[in-house]
């Protein structure tokens, strides 16, 4: 059978065949695999209604829907399960191995979060300072990402170990990144103050990953505090205290005077144990997760690494993210060198040959051939993605996208004080370009671009704005990296042109449709290998070829979506025939031509925008 075709140029046909694309690929992504013209696909989804372009991001419905046109099975691989398939090659998986029974209990591994000055810091801080182990140790506890504490319940002694980085960072860069790390989170809310949006924010999180929540009423120690204020605040976002029958523990404490914090740590426990069986493999292979990674002027690449489950030793062979090595040093918080690390343990990891990303997972394997062998291959496709997120995140140019389903545009502002952030934000709330465009300010905030603003714009496709300040290192490496849009501006009026222009370009194009001409049918000629031609006569207009067309048979329309494919003066092939004279008009694969059907030709033409 001859290639079907559409728009002119041929695609081939797939008769069912299997083809995989990455989650998030284009168009020309999906010509190259399947030999044809990203141009063809392009036509082909316009015909099924869907107007993209080649380079742009097609979701997994679309690409769908095209593969069932043309006859492709299109499946679409998420990052996570190319990473599986990967591991699988090499007979390894990330996950729990062997019997539960045999499993030991483990820490629970804390986050803290809440709004900004509620207290987290302060809060991490002081429960720090309460741990009997560092006391004794006499060492000054380092800053590594986490830190593990012990306490007593009831005589046992019980560590607990606590992310390091207050706030909604590190939380929602390692759920971004799929990896669940949380098994409590402790939400710090400030007595004198109240529920604020962060708060809330912050709560939603721990919500969406279903994480049990312990309230740190913090502050109150402060004249105004008002611990029943935020028990009753609270209750309205489905977090009832035990103390009012609910099920979630609140605990007041002051991060200053330290009051409480006892109860906060026995609080954290009793959660832990009635809800959560908190258990692991110390046997198997030791896998974890990336909390933290920096390069160290002395020591080269050092991660902080928080196993999982196996326990991890010295020598070890590790691969991190598209990082590898072979453990050369262990090192706890207070700078201990450890002979190994059982799961729910931090520990800084020294020896790999580049710096992981947060949120990486670690595995680690029988020989260093191995860790290579994956972090090669996983950075092979860090790079092509690399390549593809830089058409694929927003940007100002290419909005369409991103902006198909939802018509918005999120924004993110930073400057260097608050008026100015709040004058530029109340001067683009004022643009106004269409109904159907929404502009959303999801973020605002004084000081530079941090990687928490660019965390918050990977999750959901946002365009940064630094108004007189800059992003800072790691902020750019990961904006560029991800492809994040960060404009940078120092004058408002300039902001607000750009955001309005691009705003303008967001609207989505109208078409019309301009008939171009007609011809009628005299006579029918059937041509070996090619079809039915139809011996016409134009009678108004032109007939071009390549241009779109339809067959109306008394009064009629038979068939939509043609295409002049072929067009001919006697024996001569041309581009166009005008009103009057006789022409050989082919329509592709389509032949149910009769003698005296009408052929309309058309084209669809960008409305100019008033
Ligand atoms: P974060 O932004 O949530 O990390 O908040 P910080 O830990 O930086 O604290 C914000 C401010 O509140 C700092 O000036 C702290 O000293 C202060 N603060 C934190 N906890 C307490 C507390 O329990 N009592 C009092 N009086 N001040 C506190």
Same mark, same amino acid.
Request: net charge negative.
């Given at each position: 059978?001859?290639?079907? /075709?559409?728009?002119?140029?041929?695609?081939?046909?797939g008769?069912?065949?299997?083809?995989?694309?990455?989650?998030?690929?284009?168009l020309?992504? @999906?010509?190259?695999?399947?030999?044809?013209?990203?141009?063809?696909?392009?036509?082909?989804l316009?015909?099924?209604?869907?107007?993209?372009?080649?380079?742009q991001?097609?979701?997994?419905?679309?690409?769908?829907?095209?593969?069932?046109?043309?006859d492709?099975?299109?499946?679409?691989?998420s990052?996570?399960?190319?990473?599986?398939? =990967?591991?699988?090659?090499?007979?390894?998986?990330?996950?729990? #191995?062997?019997?539960?029974?045999?499993?030991?209990?483990?820490?629970?591994?804390?986050?803290?979060?809440?709004?900004?000055?509620?207290?987290?810091?302060?809060l991490?801080?002081?429960?720090?300072?309460?741990?009997?182990?560092?006391?004794?140790?006499?060492?000054?506890?380092?800053?590594?990402?986490?830190?593990?504490?012990?306490?007593?319940?009831?005589?046992?002694?019980?560590?607990?170990?606590?992310?390091?980085?207050?706030?909604?960072?590190?939380?929602?860069?390692?759920?971004?990144?799929?990896?669940?790390?949380?098994?409590?989170?402790?939400?710090?809310?400030?007595?004198?103050?109240?529920v604020?949006?962060?708060?809330?924010?912050? @709560?939603?999180?721990?919500?969406?990953?279903?994480?049990?929540i312990?309230?740190?009423?913090?502050k109150?120690?402060k004249?105004?505090?008002?611990?029943?204020?935020?028990?009753?605040?609270l209750?309205? !976002?489905?977090?009832?205290? #035990?103390? !009012?029958?609910?099920?979630?523990?609140?605990?007041?404490?002051?991060?200053?005077?330290?009051?409480?914090?006892?109860?906060?740590?026995?609080?954290?426990l009793?959660?832990?144990?009635a809800?959560?069986?908190?258990r692991?493999?110390?046997q198997?292979?030791?896998?974890?997760v990336?909390?933290?990674?920096?390069?160290?002027?002395?020591?080269?690449?050092?991660?902080?690494?928080?196993?999982?489950?196996?326990?991890?030793?010295?020598?070890?062979?590790?691969?991190?993210?598209d990082? !590898?090595?072979?453990?050369?040093?262990?090192?706890?918080?207070h700078?201990?060198?450890?002979?190994?690390?059982?799961?729910?343990?931090?520990?800084?990891?020294?020896?790999?040959?580049?710096?992981?990303?947060?949120?990486?997972?670690?595995?680690?394997?029988? %020989?260093? &051939?191995?860790?290579?062998?994956?972090?090669?291959?996983?950075?092979?496709?860090i790079?092509?993605?690399?390549?593809?997120?830089?058409?694929?995140?927003?940007? @100002?140019?290419?909005?369409?996208?991103? =902006?198909? %389903?939802?018509?918005?545009?999120?924004?993110?502002?930073?400057g260097d004080?608050?008026?100015?952030?709040?004058?530029?934000?109340?001067?683009?709330?004022?643009? #106004?370009? /269409?109904?159907?465009? /929404?502009?959303?300010?999801?973020?605002?905030?004084?000081?530079?671009?941090?990687?928490?603003? +660019?965390?918050?714009?990977l999750?959901?496709?946002?365009?940064?704005?630094?108004?007189?300040?800059?992003?800072?290192?790691?902020?750019?490496?990961?904006?560029?990296?991800?492809?994040?849009?960060?404009? !940078?501006y /120092?004058?408002?009026?300039?902001?607000?042109?750009?955001?309005?222009?691009?705003?303008?370009?967001?609207?989505?194009? $109208?078409?019309?449709?301009v008939?171009?001409?007609?011809?009628?049918?005299?006579?029918?000629?059937?041509?070996?290998?090619?079809?039915?031609?139809?011996?016409? +006569?134009? &009678?108004?207009?032109?007939?071009? &070829?390549?241009?779109?067309a339809?067959?109306?048979?008394?009064?009629?329309?038979?068939?939509?979506?043609?295409?002049?494919?072929? @067009?001919?003066?006697?024996?001569d092939?041309?581009? $166009?025939?005008?009103?009057?004279?006789?022409?050989?008009?082919?329509l592709?694969s389509?032949?149910?031509?009769k003698? #005296?059907?009408?052929?309309?030709?058309?084209?669809?033409?960008e409305?100019?925008?008033?």
């Open positions: 059978m001859a290639a079907p /075709s559409m728009g002119g140029v041929s695609l081939p046909r008769n069912g065949q299997t083809v995989r694309l990455p989650r998030g690929a284009s020309t992504d @999906l010509a190259e695999k399947i030999g044809a013209q990203p141009a063809a696909l392009v036509t082909a316009f015909h099924l209604g869907e107007m993209v372009t080649a380079t991001s097609v979701n997994d419905e679309t690409l769908q829907l095209l593969g069932a046109e043309i492709w099975d299109i499946q679409v691989v990052p996570e399960d190319e990473d599986r398939e =990967l591991l699988e090659t090499f007979d390894l998986t990330f996950g729990d #191995e062997g019997d539960e029974e045999d499993w030991e209990a483990r820490p629970p591994v804390v986050t803290v979060m809440g709004h900004v000055d509620h207290g987290k810091t302060k991490l801080d002081a429960i720090r300072n309460t741990n009997v182990v560092a006391r004794e140790a006499g060492g000054i506890t380092q800053h590594i990402g986490a830190y593990q504490i012990v306490t007593e319940l009831e005589d046992d002694e019980r560590p607990i170990t606590f992310i390091d980085t207050p706030g909604h960072e590190s939380f929602t860069a390692m759920r971004a990144r799929g990896a669940k790390v949380t098994d409590i989170v402790v939400l710090v809310v400030a007595a004198d103050d109240g604020m949006p962060q708060t809330v924010e912050a @709560l939603n999180h721990a919500q969406a990953a279903e994480v049990p312990v309230v740190a009423v913090n109150i120690d004249e105004g505090a008002n611990p029943a204020k935020i028990r009753q605040q209750t309205e !976002y489905g977090l009832v205290a #035990e103390e !009012y029958g609910g099920d979630t523990m609140f605990v007041d404490v002051s991060a200053t005077t330290r009051q409480g914090i006892d109860e906060l740590l026995t609080a954290i009793l959660t832990a144990d809800s959560l069986d908190l692991a493999n110390t198997q292979d030791p896998q974890g990336v909390i933290e990674g920096k390069l160290d002027k002395g020591r080269g690449p050092v991660a902080t690494v928080l196993v999982q489950r196996g326990t991890l030793r010295q020598g070890d062979s590790i691969v991190a993210g990082a !590898y090595g072979r453990v050369r040093s262990l090192l706890d918080e700078g201990n060198k450890l002979k190994e690390a059982l799961p729910a343990r931090p520990v800084q990891v020294v020896g790999l040959t580049s710096v992981p990303r947060a949120g990486d997972t670690f595995l680690v394997v029988e %020989e260093d &051939r191995v860790a290579r062998q994956i972090a090669d291959r996983r950075q092979a496709r790079r092509n993605a690399q390549n593809a997120s830089m058409r694929k995140r927003i940007s @100002l140019e290419d909005l369409d996208a991103a =902006l198909k %389903e939802n018509r918005q545009l999120n924004l993110i502002i930073k004080n608050s008026g100015t952030v709040e004058a530029l934000e109340e001067a683009l709330m004022k643009i #106004e370009v /269409s109904d159907d465009i /929404s502009l959303r300010v999801i973020h605002r905030g004084v000081g530079g671009i941090t990687k928490s603003d +660019i965390d918050l714009a999750a959901d496709d946002v365009i940064v704005l630094g108004f007189n300040v800059r992003a800072e290192g790691q902020a750019t490496e990961l904006a560029n990296r991800e492809g994040v849009d960060v404009r !940078y /120092s004058v408002i009026y300039q902001a607000i042109e750009e955001i309005e222009a691009a705003l303008k370009g967001m609207l989505k194009p $109208e078409y019309e449709e008939a171009l001409g007609t011809a009628e049918v005299r006579e029918v000629f059937r041509v070996p290998r090619i079809g039915n031609v139809a011996g016409s +006569i134009v &009678r108004s207009g032109t007939i071009t &070829r390549n241009s779109k339809r067959l109306v048979r008394d009064g009629v329309v038979v068939a939509d979506n043609l295409t002049v494919e072929s @067009l001919r003066r006697f024996k092939d041309v581009t $166009e025939v005008r009103d009057g004279y006789e022409c050989g008009i082919g592709g389509f032949n149910d031509i003698i #005296e059907d009408v052929i309309e030709t058309f084209e669809m033409r409305k100019p925008r008033a």
